[in-house]
């Protein structure tokens, strides 16, 4: 079965603290690998997008590498700040065009 | 980057009735539209794939009748929650995937839906 776990649940940091979140998946043949935030009551915004060739991707801020041997991937925030406080979602997807599986999320709460 | 919208953005109804809620791709046209499920406090669950001009795939444990999907055309996609209840109470979440954009999919903000 294919599964995506999301280490730590929870997380709290003062600002400008550099943080890492954790995703893990059960099937190393992914074909495609997200990152999500989610603010409390809303929609989806899509971070990054890591394809199964790519390694890592950046945006600002932000870093997600991708180790498909080891089924793990992981976004690193750099310099964080209260505004970033959010639910960070990753999802697999397994084929082309295919659903993506989510991980539960970690609720991240920068403290100012 | 392309836009989802949802329609509505929240709901409220009585026990017993049926509400609808619309997705549309507004810039790309969504071969393929996904329909999730979010719980407080949960994550996302796929409910059913639906593809233009065919019938919805529904995951296990999904009832097809209970939850009516229809994706007529290229940028439009409804599901329908028929004879509601308070325990389908949620976030209801679409996807959408077009040819130009096969390998990501777009999300639209999202219908709460309260069943009284």
């Known amino acids: 079965k294919q599964e995506v776990t999301q280490i730590p649940a929870a997380l709290s940091v003062p600002e400008g603290e550099n943080l890492v979140l954790n995703c893990s998946f059960t099937?190393?043949?992914?074909?495609?690998l997200q990152w999500f935030r989610q603010d409390p009551g809303k929609g989806l915004t899509s971070l990054l997008l890591i394809q199964s060739s790519q390694r890592e991707q950046t945006s600002g801020r932000l870093n997600a590498s991708l180790d498909k041997s080891s089924g793990r991937s992981t976004l690193y925030i750099a310099a964080s700040q209260p505004g970033d406080s959010a639910t960070y979602l990753c999802?697999?997807?397994w084929g082309y065009g295919n659903k993506l599986v989510f991980g539960a999320g970690t609720i991240l709460r920068v403290k100012s | 980057g392309a836009v989802v919208s949802q329609h509505p953005s929240w709901v409220i109804c009585k026990s017993g009735t049926s509400v609808k809620i619309e997705c549309r791709s507004l810039?790309?046209?969504?071969?393929?539209m996904f329909w999730y499920r979010q719980f407080p406090k949960q994550s996302l669950m796929l409910m059913a794939t639906?593809?233009?001009?065919?019938?919805?795939?529904?995951e296990q444990g999904v009832e097809k009748d209970k939850f009516l999907i229809n994706h007529a055309s290229l940028t439009l996609s409804t599901l329908t929650v028929t004879s509601a209840h308070p325990e389908d109470s949620s976030f209801y979440i679409c996807s959408a995937s077009g040819w130009e954009k096969e390998n990501e999919q777009f999300f639209g903000p999202g219908t709460r839906l309260t069943v009284l």
């Open positions: 099937d190393s043949a992914i074909y495609n």
């Open positions: 999802a697999c997807s």
């Open positions: 639906s593809n233009e001009g065919s019938k919805a795939t529904y």
């Open positions: 810039d790309f046209q969504a071969t393929t």
